[in-house]
């Protein structure tokens, strides 16, 4: 089913479709969670927060997803518990008030980089495949030997030089978007 079916239902919050993406999408939260510092009442929250994220985004904005629904809901998982990870550090537990408020704000600014995330990536669907696949081996932490022995390249030094103007033509495209001022860190 196309990711619009699903969007409406949460939307609507038909339970029967609720419990199909619990079912198909859960798990390989669970797991993920799990591998990552967290339990099982987090990755419970976490996946509720993404649904609740996702319905509320599609209420306001009529979002599209352009990739398949279950990526979509783990990428916001995935984010939503990277976020959660940064805050264990700094959260202040003794305030109610501060705790209420810093959730809000919270929840903002999930949705906020959920935002960022879609914009980057659909700019970088938008620049050569030569760059695509150069970038996303940069951003894979691979090295450039490596980078070098799997493309064309003859030297590291040509490698970094493309990574340079592949970065560069991306940042472009990021701040032509008319989304990108509303999408800036203050």
Do not use: P
């Amino acid at each position: 089913m196309d990711s619009s079916f699903y969007l409406n239902a949460l939307e609507k919050g038909d339970s029967k479709v609720i419990s199909r993406i619990y079912k198909i999408n859960f798990s390989q939260v669970k797991r993920f969670i799990l591998q990552n510092k967290g339990g099982m009442e987090d990755a419970e929250d976490i996946f509720q927060k993404a649904l609740l994220q996702i319905a509320v985004r599609h209420r306001k904005e009529g979002i599209v997803i352009k990739s398949s629904f279950d990526a979509y809901l783990f990428t916001v998982c995935k984010n939503l518990w990277r976020r959660e990870l940064n805050n264990r550090k700094t959260r202040v537990t003794n305030n109610e008030i501060v705790e209420q408020v810093s959730e809000a704000r919270d929840n903002a600014s999930a949705i906020i980089e959920q935002k960022r995330h879609e914009l980057f990536l659909e700019k970088l669907n938008e620049i050569s495949d030569n760059c695509k696949n150069i970038l996303s081996m940069f951003f894979a932490k691979i090295s450039y030997a490596e980078i070098v022995e799997s493309t064309e390249y003859n030297s590291e030094t040509v490698v970094r030089q493309r990574v340079f103007k592949c970065k560069k033509k991306l940042t472009e495209l990021i701040k032509k978007d008319e989304r990108y001022n509303s999408l800036r860190e203050l």
